[in-house]
Nanobody, 123 residues
Framework: QVQLVESGGGSVQAGGSLRLSCAASGYAPHMAWFRQVAGKEREGVAADNGAGSTTYTGSVKGRFTISRDAAKNSLYLQMNSLQPEDTAVYYC????????????????????WGQGTQVTVSS
């Protein structure tokens, strides 16, 4: 069992930045950030496979950066040039099972989820 606790959400104006943090109670090689808008499916935003490789959904490439501190079992998401369409609840996810690269941004890949943190971007 891995418990995940997110922090760092808040409200910013368009063009601003936020940094999300996720503290894990144990090690999991695959970790990711998802986001969800009310009434829509949860979307994979960025993932780290634990082997030094990362992947992003197209709409955040060049603006968001995922990173992790293995010693602290922590995951981060630096979000720059935020836009109103980035407004969502952001979730940290983790899993220990082997998976394929192509599945890193899929919800079904992850067994462990945080409670979510709200990010609101105003125009």
């Amino acid at each position: 069992q891995v418990q995940l606790v997110e922090s760092g959400g808040g409200s910013v104006q368009a063009g601003g930045s936020l940094r999300l943090s996720c503290a894990a109670s144990g090690y999991a090689p695959h970790m990711a950030w998802f986001r969800q808008v009310a009434g829509k499916e949860r979307e994979g935003v960025a993932a780290d496979n634990g082997a030094g490789s990362t992947t992003y959904t197209g709409s955040v490439k060049g603006r968001f950066t995922i990173s992790r501190d293995a010693a602290k079992n922590s995951l981060y998401l630096q979000m720059n040039s935020l836009q109103p369409e980035d407004t969502a609840v952001y979730y940290c996810a983790a899993d220990r099972r082997p998976t394929y690269w192509s599945r890193l941004l899929q919800q079904s890949t992850y067994n462990y989820w945080g409670q979510g943190t709200q990010v609101t971007v105003s125009s």
